[in-house]
């Protein structure tokens, strides 16, 4: 399996490990409701079992995977009634804070977001996934921080942990991930025009598009489902150097 297999490189192999992990339950290979123990993953790593097992404990800290006592770890298998329920309370939380950001933050702390919102989109057409939910990570949790709550952006965060991979390769294999990669940088810009109510509309489409990416017939778990919809898509992140100039607002 291409994301469970040999780790190298200069970073701590903690996170290597769980980097490779977050792809392989993005890609499918380590499916919802499978066992999963750290030494047969260190061994297909290449490492010691120690660090997997903290890779692991830091995946089940965000509700990715479970302790199984004397076995390992189990993938999450999530159902849609609680990704509705995420969908549904980010809603209720983003879309009036992402007004009131509009009219307090300065166009300054609104435009220093621009390289993540381009980010997002440069990660979408290269089918990076794992650098998508990262720079989208960063975006959102940035954007909610102008409202100045921190327990709010702490919130959404753990909401977006606990529902971040599901359906995106599918997401991406339909051609639709770009088109909502993009929507960061319509927010953006109708922040930056003080546009608040437009802001928030935007912001209630794309949380939409995101209930979207699981919303499917029958009762098969919504993780399960997703993997069986697309295992091939998710690839391991590229380097990044640094970008030249931004445009300006």
């Not at 992990?21 to 919802?32: D, M, N, Q, S």
């Not at 919809?229 to 300006?248: I, L, V």
Request: aromatic share 4%.
């Amino acid at each position: 399996m291409k994301h469970l297999g040999p780790i190298t490189g200069q970073e701590r192999l903690r996170d290597r490990a769980a980097h490779a992990l977050r792809a392989a339950l993005i890609a499918g290979e380590l499916r919802p409701g499978t066992v999963h123990s750290a030494p047969a993953l260190a061994a297909g790593f290449g490492i010691s079992a120690t660090p997997v097992r903290e890779a692991m404990l830091d995946l089940a800290r965000e509700g990715l995977v479970e302790p199984v006592r004397n076995k390992g770890f189990r993938v999450t298998e999530v159902s849609e009634r609680d990704l509705d329920q995420f969908a549904e309370i980010r809603a209720l939380i983003e879309v009036p804070t992402v007004g009131r950001v509009v009219r307090l933050a300065t166009s300054e702390q609104l435009a220093a977001l621009r390289p993540l919102a381009e980010e997002i989109v440069r990660a979408a057409r290269d089918h990076d996934l794992i650098g998508y939910l990262e720079a989208d990570r960063r975006f959102h949790l940035g954007f909610l921080a102008l409202s100045g709550n921190a327990r709010l952006v702490e919130t959404v965060g753990d909401l977006r942990k606990r529902s971040r991979l599901y359906g995106l390769t599918g997401l991406d294999e339909r051609g639709e991930l770009l088109p909502s990669a993009e929507e960061h940088l319509e927010l953006l810009e109708l922040a930056l025009a003080g546009d608040a109510t437009g802001a928030e509309a935007c912001m209630a489409r794309h949380l939409g598009h995101v209930r979207s990416l699981w919303a499917r017939s029958g009762d098969e778990p919504a993780g399960r489902r997703a993997v069986r919809g697309g295992r091939r898509t998710a690839r391991a992140p590229r380097a990044r150097t640094a970008s030249g100039s931004r445009k300006q607002p």
